[in-house]
């Protein structure tokens, strides 16, 4: 049947239920009654026939503009359609308007997923987004109630709403906080001193999406077992297979000390004690390697081989080794007590602790030098596919939210200058972690062509201790004035 233009009085129109707008509040909706009033519905909405009476499939701001308006009727387009034609049309048009909350818009997706013959491809293709952008929507219906209310009062935007839906609704409920005294790692206080607001919440404000990201990174724990395939395959593809195989799978962190939000009875392994063992970037591999899943902290959710077997591997851990083997060579000579021993040892940690201290802040402070002749050394480099810098790209291209690094190896327009840009993006992300840097970077800037001990020496020079002693010879002492 073709469509038929008629006019129909208010009586015999009906909203429909299916209509995946929900908002029909706020100031555009009073300008447009303001236009009804005085010119009245210039465009006709569409109906369909149902049951006696003619169901909106699109135009329902209209309509409840005409009624606010008291009009008496109102011009349509009649199409009869089928309850999956209309819905179908209904969530299609909805999702192409620009004022529809991101919530709303999730519910039509949701609507379409239950249509016969729609996935998320077919609808991103209807509408002309990605299917990250279509996944990430429909992942917004996960939100907890308080976090939804905020959201939709627009306290938060879609980029806050995008993390929290891919928590679990007791992890949200940690971030948004119980009130102003827990403000969670969603809100920060925004109260002035002079303020005489009692109102708490109205205050708080939320901080920026990058903050909270670095705050669930910090505080919520990553689960494998659930973790999302289409968030991280390749995290869940790597965990599925070392299973499989029964192979041993650990959570590990770069960092030195984790969040008590963060903890649980597994054992959580610090960087001290494992190191990469999957052949990336200068990694050795070995027989006793396992797969170890970031949980917290720095590349969270990022799945790859490690070692962890200190008292078999001489590969990963050959100063453990050597140590052992010292140790066992100067109890054989008699090396004193149990305690005398215990003292040396730890006045050994000390020491090593302090090495590693004076270490990392001589990194720190080559770093730039570091980073200019690893610009210097990437823009010399041949950008063919299989070239070093191509292998570069390939095995660690992630998004960097560095942009003060652009200065070093602008990202230029030719595809030469992105694969360069891209490059050096990768490297500088490994010496800007100044806990493994000092011990895996410079094997691989011997790729380069640095020498990374040679800049370490020039931009941060050991300092030599300085020794006091007293005179040999007291008639040759200093006298004092």
């Known amino acids: 049947m073709s469509d038929a233009m008629t006019t129909l009085t208010l009586e015999r129109i009906q909203p429909s239920k299916t209509n995946p707008r929900r908002s029909f509040d706020g100031p555009a909706m009073h300008e447009l009654v303001e236009s009804v009033k005085r010119h009245g519905v210039l465009q006709p909405i569409l109906v369909r026939p149902v049951d006696g009476h003619y169901e909106i499939v699109a135009g329902e701001r209209r309509y409840r503009a005409a009624k606010t308006a008291c009009?008496?009727?109102?011009?349509?387009?009649?199409?009869?359609?089928?309850?999956?034609?209309?819905?179908?049309?209904?969530c299609i048009e909805n999702l192409q308007r620009q004022d529809l909350h991101q919530l709303e818009e999730a519910e039509g997706?949701?609507?379409?997923?239950?249509?016969?013959?729609?996935?998320?491809?077919?609808?991103?293709?209807?509408?002309?987004?990605?299917?990250?952008?279509?996944?990430?929507?429909?992942?917004?219906?996960?939100?907890?109630?308080?976090?939804?209310?905020?959201?939709?009062?627009?306290?938060?935007?879609?980029?806050?709403?995008?993390?929290?839906?891919?928590?679990t609704p007791k992890d949200q409920t940690r971030v948004i906080g119980k009130g102003p005294d827990d403000l969670g790692g969603l809100w920060q206080g925004q109260r002035l001193l002079w303020?005489?607001?009692?109102?708490?919440?109205?205050?708080?404000?939320?901080?920026?999406?990058?903050?909270?990201?670095?705050?669930?990174?910090?505080?919520?724990?990553?689960?494998?077992?659930?973790?999302?395939?289409?968030?991280?395959?390749?995290t869940t593809k790597t965990v599925t297979v070392a299973r499989e195989q029964a192979e041993k799978v650990v959570s590990i962190t770069h960092d030195n000390y984790v969040q008590e939000s963060a903890r649980t009875n597994e054992r959580i392994i610090g960087p001290r004690s494992w190191t990469r063992a999957d052949g990336s970037r200068g990694a050795k591999r070995c027989d006793y390697a396992v797969t170890g899943v970031i949980v917290v902290g720095f590349g969270r959710g990022e799945a790859f081989k490690v070692c962890i077997n200190k008292e078999k591997c001489k590969a990963h851990w050959p100063q453990f080794h050597k140590d052992r083997a010292e140790r066992a060579k100067e109890a054989a000579k008699g090396g004193g007590t149990a305690e005398e021993r215990w003292k040396k040892q730890e006045k050994q940690r000390e020491a090593d602790q302090v090495r590693e201290k004076a270490e990392r802040a001589r990194w720190e402070q080559a770093r730039p030098a570091i980073l200019k002749a690893v610009a210097e050394a990437v823009k010399k480099l041949p950008a063919k596919a299989n070239s070093l810098i191509g292998r570069i790209v390939l095995g660690e291209i992630r998004e960097h939210n560095t942009p003060h690094l652009a200065s070093y190896v602008p990202l230029g327009t030719t595809a030469e200058d992105l694969l360069r840009h891209a490059a050096f993006k990768a490297l500088a992300s490994e010496v800007g972690n100044s806990w493994s840097a000092p011990r895996e970077f410079p094997k691989r800037a011997k790729l380069l062509g640095i020498d990374v001990k040679k800049i370490l020496d020039e931009a941060a020079p050991v300092e030599k201790p300085v020794h006091t002693s007293a005179p040999a010879d007291p008639a040759k002492a200093p006298k004092k004035t």
């Open 195 to 234: 303020s005489d607001r009692e109102d708490e919440q109205d205050d708080r404000k939320a901080v920026s999406v990058r903050e909270l990201e670095a705050w669930i990174d910090e505080h919520v724990r990553f689960d494998p077992a659930k973790a999302d395939e289409f968030l991280f395959p390749e």
């Open 109 to 167: 997706y949701r609507q379409l997923l239950a249509l016969k013959g729609y996935d998320a491809a077919r609808i991103a293709e209807r509408v002309g987004r990605s299917v990250k952008y279509i996944y990430d929507r429909i992942k917004l219906l996960q939100l907890i109630e308080p976090i939804r209310k905020v959201f939709l009062e627009g306290r938060i935007t879609a980029g806050h709403a995008i993390l929290l839906a891919r928590l």
């Open 71 to 90: 009009a008496a009727t109102i011009p349509v387009t009649v199409r009869t359609l089928s309850d999956q034609e209309a819905l179908e049309l209904q």
